[in-house]
Each structure stands twice: as C-alpha cells, then as structure tokens.
C-alpha cells in the first residue's frame, strides 16, 4: 500500500494561475503554506499575515474550510470581498427524471456562496475547488 503524504493527496488542489486580471489559488492549500509558496505574490502574503491570520486565532485552516464555514462577517470576509473574490466549486446535482447526480462546476461571487449556510453545502455535497481574486483590485490594498 502506498503511504501518501497529505500534501501529495490534495496536490491537483494546490495551485497559484495567473491571467491579465485574475489571481487564482488552489482551496487545498493553507494560509501558513500560502505564505510560505515562493509563487504566491507579496500583496498577497501581506494580506494574509494582515488581514486573514489574526481572525483566525491562530488556526492553519485550508482555504476551502475556510471559505465553506464563512458567514459573512468579520474583517476577512470584508478584505476577501473588496477582491472581488469568486468561489469556483463543484456541486452535486441531480438531472433527469431518473435523478442521476453528477458534478457541475460553479462560480459564484463570495457574497452569493457565503448565502447557503455549512448545511446546504453539506446536502449540496459542494466542493470548493479554487478562489480568483481581482489583481487590480489587489493593486488597492
């Protein structure tokens, strides 16, 4: 039996893209290994030790868990909103009128996701693949 690390299980998950005007980041990843990426831009490490870290009370959670449990308040939800953030996920959804349930991949701003409470997404079975942030709006903080 191979002995996998949890690095190497959440590797597909564990990504930084960029395009002209969108920074993209893997959910898998945590802030503390954000921070330490070579590839993560400064703005984005300084946001993060600034604005994230401190809200969290010194937990290392994942992107995904943090954004899954997010309620819309506090100081980190505002700095993720002023980015313009989107969550792309996939959700499972049933079609047809036998009810076969397959994976859609979604995107949606971070203000309509934070709307369907940890519940919902748990009987949506919602799995956050990434999050995009606006690079010019990152230019502002």
Do not use: W
Request: glycine letters at 4%; proline letters at 2%; charged letters at 30%.
């Amino acid at each position: 039996m191979i002995n996998m690390t949890e690095y190497e299980k959440n590797r597909d998950y564990k990504y930084i893209m960029q395009e002209l005007s969108t920074l993209y980041i893997g959910a898998k990843y945590t802030y503390e290994e954000l921070i330490a990426e070579e590839e993560v831009p400064f703005k984005v490490k300084k946001m993060i030790n600034t604005y994230v870290k401190p809200e969290l009370e010194g937990e290392d959670l994942s992107i995904e868990s943090h954004f899954y449990y997010m309620d819309g308040s506090g100081f980190a939800y505002q700095t993720f909103l002023q980015l313009k953030t989107k969550v792309r996920f996939s959700i499972l959804e049933k079609k047809g009128k036998k009810q076969e349930a397959s994976y859609v991949t979604k995107v949606m701003k971070l203000q309509d996701f934070i709307k369907m409470t940890p519940q919902e997404k748990e009987d949506k079975g919602v799995l956050i693949q990434e999050i995009g942030m606006s690079k010019l709006a990152m230019m502002m903080l």
